[in-house]
């Protein structure tokens, strides 16, 4: 008899972010770094799953462990790169959190950003009628669409806010990128701008500084 998987424990605060990984996604993966613990959030990713372990189990129980995901569909159209082909990765990660929410975790709260209105209805029909979050492609965007997701949340700092806990993380991004030598933030630096994240906002917003 094959043994019972084991569901894995929810932090509260944390949040996974799933996005397209690329130089062109960088504000915006930084903004929704910057957004997420402005609002009082822990950002999780799958940069986190280390390369020899089994990915895909590893991936479920990252979302499985967090209350809230957060999912940018912008890179819905074909890379530049031969062959030219489009990125599942975003909506295959969209369907196991989808999965988890209702088969799950029903408390489990997924939410779906895109950079162009109305383009979800013709790349993903099967989400007709859920909330899309529309950031127009900038981080400003992002950080806006972020507190408009969360608007109920217990932390709702201003976007003038969260936009100074943006410029520390760019700033910290650029010394990350010197430290370790590279132009790819999408590794290792991923902790470490989470890390900057919340000694920003701890600064910043008001309602953390006590935490």
């Avoid at 990915?55 to 890379?79: A, K, M, P, Q, T």
Wanted: glycine content about 6%; hydrophobic content about 40%; some cysteine.
């Amino acid at each position: 008899m094959a043994a019972r998987r084991r569901f894995p424990r929810v932090d509260q605060d944390a949040a996974f972010i799933n996005i397209p990984y690329d130089a062109q996604f960088e504000p915006r993966f930084l903004a929704f770094i910057a957004g997420l613990t402005g609002l009082g959030l822990i950002p999780r990713a799958v940069l986190e799953i280390p390369g020899s372990q089994r990915r895909l189990e590893r991936l479920f129980d990252l979302i499985g462990s967090c209350r809230y995901s957060f999912h940018d569909l912008s890179r819905v159209e074909l890379d530049t790169r031969r062959p030219q082909t489009p990125r599942f990765n975003m909506p295959f990660e969209l369907g196991l959190a989808v999965a988890w929410a209702r088969h799950g975790d029903p408390r489990h709260n997924w939410y779906v950003f895109e950079s162009k209105q109305y383009r979800l209805a013709k790349s993903l029909s099967d989400l007709d009628g859920t909330q899309v979050y529309v950031h127009g492609g900038t981080a400003t965007g992002v950080l806006k669409q972020l507190t408009n997701a969360l608007a109920r949340s217990e932390h709702q700092p201003t976007v003038l806010e969260l936009q100074a806990v943006y410029r520390d993380v760019q700033q910290a991004a650029r010394k990350i990128k010197q430290d370790h030598a590279t132009k790819d933030l999408y590794d290792r630096p991923f902790l470490d701008l989470v890390y900057a994240a919340r000694l920003s906002a701890g600064r910043r917003i008001a309602s953390l500084h006590q935490r």
